[in-house]
């Protein structure tokens, strides 16, 4: 997860193939890359290729984030870029503790408010949100809003993978109302938690 006043501690590997020429699997992690990344595009979402530091490819000024799903099967094609949400055109992100999310996955059930949860490569939970004003995050968690960016699956960041534990097929694409999902984490939490350790 990137900011963009906050570059300092990013590293990290892109699902490319490295100079070693393209393995079985190296084609396979491309195509799930191409795939994937045609299919946000294709739903309005706000994707954005992204170099081995999982920082945005520069686009050309004035651009507004965001692909459409033509350009980004030309561009995935091209390359294995990580691909990266641009918080804040729709979507944002509240990321959870590892070792919450099964505890919070019933009490947003039970809310109505599941939406896509992207399980990260440090193994923390990417809550997909709408986006709006600003959102007091819950103790414990924290809320990527405007100016930052959120890798998707199927991304390798340090070699590890994101992942969908709920995919947005799931849902239907659906993405719940941030406040609902503020609710619903509150609730089940109950009382200040101590801030979670960045991982980044």
């Not at 963009?4 to 490295?18: A, I, L, Y």
């Not at 990344?37 to 490819?57: E, F, H, I, T």
């Not at 692909?67 to 959870?96: F, N, Y």
């Amino acid at each position: 997860m990137n900011s963009r006043s906050d570059r300092s501690d990013r590293s990290g590997g892109s699902g490319g193939s490295g100079g070693m020429g393209w393995s079985r699997q190296s084609r396979r992690g491309a195509a799930a890359l191409r795939d994937a990344a045609v299919s946000y595009a294709a739903q309005g979402w706000s994707v954005v290729p992204g170099d081995p530091d999982c920082l945005p490819v520069a686009q050309p000024c004035g651009s507004p984030p965001g692909v459409t799903a033509s350009q980004a099967r030309e561009l995935w094609t091209r390359a294995a870029h990580p691909i990266l949400l641009a918080c804040g055109r729709g979507i944002d992100a509240v990321e959870i503790p590892a070792g919450e999310g099964e505890r919070v996955i019933p009490a947003l059930r039970n809310s109505g408010v599941v939406g896509p949860i992207a399980v990260t490569s440090h193994h923390s939970w990417l809550l997909l949100v709408t986006s709006g004003g600003p959102l007091r995050p819950v103790p414990g968690t924290r809320v990527w809003g405007t100016g930052s960016w959120v890798p998707l699956p199927p991304t390798r960041r340090h070699r590890r993978p994101y992942r969908w534990r709920i995919s947005p097929q799931a849902v239907d694409w659906a993405i719940p109302h941030r406040n609902l999902v503020r609710d619903a984490l509150s609730r089940t939490w109950g009382g200040p938690r101590p801030p979670t350790a960045e991982h980044r």
